[in-house]
C-alpha cells in the first residue's frame, strides 16, 4: 500500500517535471520567434 502510493507520487512528479521542461522549451521557442520577429 505504502510502496503503491510512493510509486504514484513518484509518476505524478516526473511527469510534473516533465510538464515543466516542455512548457521552458516551448516559452523558449516563443521567445526566439519573438526576437527574430522584432530584428527584422
Known sequence: MIFTIYFCNHIA???NY???IK???RNTQT???FYI???V
Open 37 to 39: 520577429y522584432n530584428k
Open 23 to 25: 512548457q521552458i522549451i
Open 13 to 15: 512528479n516526473a511527469l
Open 31 to 33: 521567445f526566439q520567434r
Open 18 to 20: 516533465i510538464g515543466k
